[in-house]
């Protein structure tokens, strides 16, 4: 008998997989916004050579914690930029170590609570200058010599709009900056993600892709992209720029997430195991569509014990969604069968 209940809801577990997923994700606007961004705050800057023009290789940057310990290096692009974004508030030391130039180090402060970016913008002296530039902090600073200053102006606006979760106004102003730089991939990456949303897939990829080409080392574009085709079920296609990202972000916990999934969709499941186990690590408490995917990973691996614990877990954190009626019902089914939690 427990042998054919067990059967009667796999289909139910199957329809999970395809359907609450997405129900989630759409439903949680705020969340979703947040994961894409890497939680919006972080620190982002341009590099230059004195005397040059041009960058004619990327140049390493380093952050440091207060204490001097590691937190995560990134290189620029061919136009100097660079971005760490999605770390908590407190103090960072910024590092660039350019051989042929003076070392440069400046401390960051990101306030609690802050959801923007702070944005730097460093000159290089050639080692034997008497005197290094101190870093430009003014917010228009990071992007001067790649777009024009009344659209980087829109953009700051918009993105202070999108903080407040003011869309529609944010939207305006990512249009604007547009309209005056078509290229600016940071308006470009932020207008896809008010379009993605809105649930609007085909111009949010389109954006996101526009975004890529004109900055192929901005690591949110990449894993936005990624996560535009899991929604379109273009999970193979999706995991191309995933892994870009990744690369470049190794710590985003949208990418590791946006990665299981897309493996698990492919019924790749030993990826999508490792994948899950790494967005994990990097949450902050208890994510509720976390708990989601892992149940739908366990369910595929047949660890039915381990997967009503975490569609419970996910029900003490979401219970009123049109997610939660679903999974109440899995819940119920697994325990009809005599599924109990692991001991």
Known sequence: ????????????????????????????????AQFVTGQSRGIAGTVKLKGKATIEQRIEVTLLSSDRRPVDHSFTDSLGSFQFLGIGPGQYIIVIDE???????DTVEIPPRSQSVQRRYYLLEPKGSSSTAPADTSPVSAQKFQVPREAREFFEKGERQLSKRRYHEAAGDFDRALAIAPNFADALSDRALIYMQQNDLTKARELYKEAVASNPQMSDALIGL???LNREGNSEAALEPLTKGLALKPNSYLGHFESCRAYLNLGRLEPAADECKRAKKLTEGSRPELHILM???????????EALTEFEAYLRLDSSSATAAQVRSVVKSLQDAGVGNPK
Do not use: C, D, H
């Open 1 to 32: 008998m427990r042998t054919l209940r067990t059967r009667k809801f796999w289909p139910r577990f199957s329809i999970l997989i395809w359907v609450a997923l997405p129900l989630m994700t759409i439903g949680n606007v705020t969340a979703w």
């Open 99 to 105: 051989p042929g130039y003076q070392r440069l180090e």
């Open 226 to 228: 990624g996560s535009v």
């Open 295 to 305: 149940g739908n990973l366990f369910l595929r691996q047949g660890r039915k014990s």
